[in-house]
């Protein structure tokens, strides 16, 4: 069974840091893109950012460009989101999410989120 | 502003038929497989439609999905009350190199 734990999630101040992780299980995970998505509260999914398999390729949402990195230790079976410059919309449930291929990019299993609070 | 457009809300009696339309582009669902998430209050989506009409396995054939060009339906047909959600279209999109989804369309069972 797929299973997709977030952490780090937490309250943090406008302008701060935080860093999330995802423990992966139940499948080979360095053999599959991994991606983030968030909610924001009341609000619908965006996504966020991808990483491929091999660490190679990384792409990011233009609200978080420059401001957002994503990695991954595939001897770990993890995947990290580390977050600088934090703001006010940035304040959402963040999902680690695997993607398959089905002909095209397909998010197949999602975590069950960890919450950030950007708050003064 | 969603780049996939859906309507907020769509509602049915039981063991009616409800469609939720998901219009895009030619950059997102006219060149990728639609995808169709279930999100039930209080947790994480759950993938429900992949490649614009699959189904994974657990998912009652009472969901369908159907695309034409640039515009993609789900319909539940056989309406339960819990099939009570929100529901998220998605796809890759090629120009803006990431993910693009709707803005959610929440069903209602009167």
């Known amino acids: 069974e797929v299973q997709l734990v977030e952490s780090g999630g937490g309250l943090v101040q406008p302008g701060g840091s935080l860093r999330l992780s995802c423990a992966a299980s139940?499948?080979?995970?360095?053999?599959?893109?991994m991606n983030w998505a968030r909610q924001a509260p009341g609000k619908g999914l965006e996504w966020v950012s991808k990483?491929?398999?091999?660490?190679?390729?990384?792409f990011y949402a233009e609200s978080v460009k420059g401001r957002f990195t994503i990695s991954r230790d595939n001897a770990k079976n993890s995947l990290y989101l580390q977050m600088t410059g934090l703001r006010v919309d940035d304040t959402a449930v963040y999902y680690c999410?695997?993607?398959?291929?089905?002909?095209?990019?397909?998010?197949?299993?999602w975590g069950q989120g960890t919450l950030v609070t950007v708050s003064p | 502003q969603s780049v996939l457009t859906q309507p907020p809300s769509a509602s049915g009696t039981p063991g009616q038929r409800v469609t939720i339309s998901c219009s895009g582009s030619?950059?997102?669902?006219?060149?990728?497989?639609v995808i169709w998430y279930q999100q039930l209050p209080g947790t994480a989506p759950k993938l429900l439609i992949y490649?614009?009409?699959q189904r994974p396995s657990g998912v009652p054939d009472r969901f369908s999905g159907s695309k034409s060009g640039t515009s993609a339906s789900l319909a539940i047909s056989g309406l339960q009350s819990e099939d009570e959600a929100d529901y998220y279209c998605?796809?890759?999109?090629?120009?803006?190199?990431?993910?693009?989804f709707g803005s959610g369309t929440k069903v209602t069972v009167l």
């Open positions: 998605a796809t890759w999109d090629d120009s803006l190199i990431g993910y693009v």
């Open positions: 990483i491929s398999s091999t660490t190679r390729t990384s």
């Open positions: 030619s950059s997102n669902i006219g060149s990728n497989g």
């Open positions: 999410a695997r993607e398959t291929w089905t002909g095209s990019p397909t998010i197949d299993h």
């Open positions: 490649t614009n009409n």
């Open positions: 139940g499948f080979t995970f360095n053999k599959y893109n």
